[in-house]
Nanobody, 126 residues
Framework: QVQLVESGGGLVQPGGSLRLSCAVR????????IGWFRQAPGKEREGVSC????????YYTDSVKGRFTISRDNAKNTVYLQMNGLKPEDTAVYYC???????????????????WGKGTLVTVSS
């Protein structure tokens, strides 16, 4: 069974940076694309970014393009989300999730994801 553990969240001032990590543990064979999602208080969970199995195709939701960068280190079974230029509206619990196929699901449909981590809280505030 695949287990995902997110880390790297915290409190940061607007304009600051954080790097989130998603460590994939356990039975990792068959893990394909991995996505980052977030859920702000009172809002639905939304897709943020995704990276395919080989790391050469990425997806970003419009609100984070140019500020966030996703990457993966398959040797370490870890996916990263570098977040720069953080804004208060980025405040949310961030989750990573696996997808059984090589490439990211269309529109980063969260219903297409398989295993989920428990999340890490990112708070952007002065």
């Amino acid at each position: 069974q695949v287990q995902l553990v997110e880390s790297g969240g915290g409190l940061v001032q607007p304009g600051g940076s954080l790097r989130l990590s998603c460590a994939v543990r356990g039975f990792s064979l068959g893990v394909g694309a991995i996505g980052w999602f977030r859920q702000a208080p009172g809002k639905e969970r939304e897709g943020v970014s995704c990276i395919n199995i080989s790391g050469d195709r990425t997806y970003y939701t419009d609100s984070v393009k140019g500020r966030f960068t996703i990457s993966r280190d398959n040797a370490k079974n870890t996916v990263y989300l570098q977040m720069n230029g953080l804004k208060p509206e980025d405040t949310a619990v961030y989750y990573c999730a696996t997808h059984s196929f090589r490439n990211c699901p269309p529109a980063l449909n969260l219903n297409a994801m398989d295993s989920w981590g428990k999340g890490t809280l990112v708070t952007v505030s002065s």
